[in-house]
């Protein structure tokens, strides 16, 4: 009697799909908790230590369980959140929560956790989004829950088996979210993913990332969000006795002011100043010269001729005809 050994061909190649037959599949759009900002899935959040990483995603925790405004300005559809504060004491938690929300009571969709057993974090999450399959979870930190790396492994696999395996956590259960707060390092890189602490290995595994960046003693911020099916953005926050807020009116607005930002840091003050003139003058529909900078700022026209020829040759203005200068985004 002869056997035959089974064809394992079919079984390998059963996820296959033809482009056709994909064009005529539809999928829910993703679940946007915070919108424009905190996806369905694993995103990561990431700043220096003591930065106040834990406000501003204590703040989005109480908008979200409450069905509030998220950073001040953004509505979010109410739904239950999970904190993982294994860096803080119920204690503190206590006072932020009151720094925050106030002396009302605060909403009884926030569940908070400030301890999770050795081994036991996946576990845990994936009982409560078992009761809350539609909820965010928030880790606060990552470094603090994940396994220590063992003797001879290699650091990026190490950092991206870590992040896969709380992503398949989450992505158990669609419509649902995890967000983890992490370290960036102390180098500068022009790339801001580049920033995150370890290996590039957690971010490979996340959905979005999330980079808060604050000069010290500054209440000014930006946020900057990257991620495969998130829209790419920098918006600008300023903080208030630990509440984090967007600067401006909408994501929109803080975009702008993100930008003004960055061209105040990369100008310089005085520069920056004049830029503003020039772009303010443009939307009235008026050019700008010397004599104009010299009236509004109070330096001398050949100063305020100086540093217009400096802008110009930056690109940052544009030179209408000898000593009269436009915006640049009002002419292009």
């Known amino acids: 009697m002869t056997t035959t050994e089974p064809d394992t061909t079919d079984s390998l190649l059963a996820g296959i799909v033809t482009a056709a037959e994909l064009s005529h599949e539809h999928f829910p759009d993703l679940t946007e908790f915070v919108p424009g900002i905190i996806f369905e899935g694993f995103g990561i959040v990431a700043g220096p230590p003591k930065l106040g990483k834990s406000w501003l995603t204590l703040g989005i925790a109480l908008a979200v369980a409450g069905g509030g405004r998220a950073l001040g300005?953004?509505?979010?559809?109410?739904?239950?959140?999970?904190?993982?504060?294994?860096?803080?004491?119920?204690?503190?938690?206590?006072?932020?929560?009151t720094t925050l929300?106030?002396?009302?009571?605060?909403p009884y969709k926030l569940h908070l956790l400030t301890q999770v057993g050795p081994n036991l974090l996946v576990p845990t999450i994936s009982a409560w989004l078992q009761q809350y399959p539609n909820g965010l979870v928030v880790l606060d930190?990552?470094?603090?829950?994940?396994?220590?790396?063992?003797?001879?492994?290699?650091?990026y696999l190490a950092d991206y088996a870590a992040g896969v395996?709380?992503?398949?956590?989450?992505?158990?259960?669609?419509?649902?979210?995890?967000?983890?707060?992490h370290h960036t390092r102390k180098a500068h890189s022009d790339d801001f993913i580049d920033a995150l602490s370890g290996t590039q290995g957690l971010a490979g595994s996340a959905d979005y990332v999330l980079v808060l960046k604050r000069p010290r003693n500054s209440t000014e911020a930006t946020l900057q969000l990257t991620g495969r099916d998130a829209p790419e953005g920098e918006y600008a926050l300023t903080v208030q006795a630990g509440a984090w807020l967007l600067n401006g009116r909408d994501l929109n607005a803080a975009s702008d002011a993100a930008q003004t930002l960055r061209e105040r840091g990369n100008l310089?003050?005085?520069?920056?100043?004049?830029?503003?003139?020039?772009?303010?003058?443009?939307?009235?529909?008026?050019?700008?010269?010397a004599a104009d900078i010299s009236a509004?700022?109070?330096?001398?026209?050949?100063?305020?001729?100086?540093?217009?020829?400096?802008?110009?040759?930056?690109?940052?203005?544009a030179k209408v005809s000898r000593g009269t200068y436009m915006g640049v985004s009002e002419t292009s």
């Open 101 to 106: 929300w106030g002396t009302e009571i605060p």
């Open 141 to 155: 930190t990552l470094g603090r829950a994940r396994r220590q790396r063992r003797n001879g492994e290699d650091p």
């Open 268 to 289: 310089g003050d005085r520069s920056a100043d004049i830029l503003n003139v020039v772009n303010a003058r443009t939307r009235e529909g008026l050019i700008t010269t």
């Open 165 to 181: 395996e709380l992503k398949q956590c989450v992505d158990a259960f669609p419509g649902s979210a995890l967000l983890g707060v």
């Open 73 to 97: 300005q953004i509505e979010c559809a109410q739904r239950p959140v999970l904190l993982l504060a294994l860096e803080d004491s119920q204690r503190r938690l206590q006072s932020r929560i």
């Open 296 to 317: 509004k700022i109070g330096i001398t026209q050949n100063d305020a001729g100086t540093y217009l020829r400096r802008l110009a040759d930056a690109e940052r203005i």
